[in-house]
Structures are given as C-alpha cells and as structure tokens.
C-alpha cells in the first residue's frame, strides 16, 4: 500500500468560470491558474502521484508551458490515471476536503464524485470529497481563494505466477 497527500491553493478572481471537481459552478468569480484553476483535481492528482514517487502536478505540467494554458484539469487527471496504471498500481481511494466559504460544496459533491470517479475509472464509493468553512477566517474565510487537501490510498498490483 501507498499513501499519498496533496494540497493545492488558487485564488478566486472576479470574470472567470469555476471549476472544482471537473465542473463548472455558476458564479462570477473562478479560480485563477494556468489551467482551468481546479483546485480539487488539482490537489488529488498530486496526492495520487505522491503515492507513486511521481512528484507533483507541476512536474508534469509546469506553469510556464503555454501550449498546457488553459487546459481542463480532466486531462491532467486522466493522465494521472495512465501513470498508476502503466506503474502497477490500483487507487483504492481518495479522500478530499475542499475549504471556501462559497461556494457551498454539498449541493455539488455528488456529481463532483461521480465526475471524478468516472475519470479515474473506479466506483464512487471509491471516491470522498468534503467541503469545510474556516468560519471567516483567514484567505478563505475572507473569500479570496479556495484551498483543497487530498489523501490518496494505492496497493500495487501483486503479479501473476
């Protein structure tokens, strides 16, 4: 078994579109970032490639690519997917809490699993994600960024013979 954890910050910008766990929330502020900004994605892919000594997502997709500028966080999870795959390993799980005091996670967290987990090709239940205020405090609480944690749980597959 491997464990992995990830964290990912972004903040939040007025005229730009939201996306959080592979979809789009309707509202006038988004995350900034050199992709699509997904914090949530984000911060689970760096987990998963903790887990698998691949370092992180900017090791993949540096922030000074410009051809990767803009790019939807699915691709980058997805190519995520291929590594744990192509290196013998299985997700059994992950475990995600997504801090902001807007928007309201809950309303959302079903079809953010069930984006997620089809992207990762594994059940739902395979697949936890939360959403925590920091009651008014600090960037969060302020409204000005949203920050995500993620934990990431692998067994490597056990070879036929």
């Known amino acids: 078994m ?7 910050v972004h903040p939040l910008i007025e ?14 502020k988004g995350l900034l970032g050199h992709s699509d900004g997904d914090a949530l994605i984000h911060a689970i892919c760096d987990a998963i490639l903790g887990a698998i000594s691949e370092g992180d997502t900017g ?3 540096p922030d000074n690519d410009e051809s990767i500028k803009g790019m939807r966080s699915e691709k980058i999870l997805s190519y995520v997917r291929e590594l744990v795959r192509n290196k013998g390993f299985v997700l059994m799980n992950i475990d995600a809490v997504v801090v902001t005091e807007e928007p309201k996670i809950h309303p959302y967290r079903k079809t ?7 992207i990762l090709h594994v059940e739902p239940t395979r697949v936890s994600i939360k959403g925590k205020t920091t009651e008014g405090l600090g960037f969060t609480g302020r409204k ?3 920050a995500v944690y993620a934990v990431a749980l692998l067994e490597e597959k056990q070879e036929q013979g």
């Open 2 to 8: 491997r464990v992995g954890i990830g964290y990912d």
């Open 15 to 28: 005229g730009r579109r939201l996306y959080l766990g592979g979809i789009e929330i309707p509202g006038n």
């Open 59 to 61: 090791v993949h997709f």
């Open 112 to 118: 953010m699993i069930e984006t997620i987990s089809k």
């Open 144 to 146: 000005e960024g949203i």
